[in-house]
């Protein structure tokens, strides 16, 4: 028994470390990374797999210590891997709108001269008239 | 019963999640839960227009599998690069992938894979509904990644919504 309990003492330890080491890699991708656009990848990528394994160490560590089993840490793993890809495409559509605008001129991210087809994108381009006026009755 | 339930499977998962928040079962719960369940996809109708057909079985098993497993990996491809790589070095690209999946419930899931596995985020749809504009961190050859996005995710989504 004793020896089952050490090893999930150290599987917990190893997994609540590799955890913070990945969602303190994901801040340091924040400041150091050169672009909006490559900043983007670090907080929305290495915290999903940071925030994963303490939540594995959490189901792990409540069911054999306190004998008490919630669902909770999945819920959380799904909320984020819902919400995550909103927020990041919502960054990304703001950045480009500001870049297309000419508002947020950073020469590291310069869509203007890179990003392909310009003219196909929907953040570029107006929605039809869903329905054009009725023409006045004769 | 079609206008009291317009998306079955999403009353039965917010039933669930609604128990899943609880914690815990009991009958009071469950009619609460049958009520959200009921009210919510009556409300948000309006924002469902279409109903995909959604097979629950061995194509979605196997989908959560490899993202699951790309996200795994790929996170540590990333912080190698975040740790060890130059700025000067970085390939960073955007890349046009092109849809074959035409319902807008099967591109906005390949949107959230694109997103959710790291070294790529998706950006931005095509007027038209027939491309993904998507932003790489690190890509040595834009055309190989395009096709593994289509063969990796994108054809496992289209068996999906058959």
Known sequence: M???????????????VLGGAF????????????????????????????????LIASML?????????????????????????ITANMIAKAHLHRQGHGVDPNPADSTDATIPEPERWSTFTRPPREQEPLPPAE | MKRLLPHPLLT??????????????????LVVGFVIGIVVPLFTAPYWPGRPRVRLGWPLIDYLAIV?????????????????????????????????VRQPEAITLLAGTVSL????????????????????????DPAAEVARIKQRYERRIARIFT
């Open chain 2, 117 to 140: 596995t790291p070294g790529t985020v998706s950006s931005d749809i095509a007027a038209d509904g027939r491309a993904l504009l998507v932003h790489t961190l690190d890509a040595a």
């Open chain 1, 23 to 54: 969602a303190f890699i994901g801040s340091w991708g924040l400041t150091r990374l050169p672009s909006l656009m490559t900043r983007l990848h670090g907080p929305t990528k290495a915290t999903t797999l940071g925030v994963g394994s303490i």
């Open chain 1, 2 to 16: 004793t020896g089952a309990m050490a090893l999930a003492e150290l599987l917990i330890s190893a997994l609540i």
């Open chain 2, 12 to 29: 039965v998962t917010l039933v669930a999640v609604w128990l899943l928040l609880l914690n815990g079962f009991s009958i009071g719960a």
């Open chain 2, 68 to 100: 699951l497993w790309d996200i795994v990996v790929a996170n540590f491809q990333v912080a190698a690069i975040i740790l060890f790589r130059r700025n000067r070095d970085l390939r960073s690209r955007w890349l046009v992938v092109p849809l074959d």
């Open chain 1, 61 to 85: 560590f409540f069911p054999i210590y306190e004998r008490s089993f919630t669902a909770h840490e999945l819920l959380i793993t799904m909320f984020l891997f819902i919400t995550a890809p």
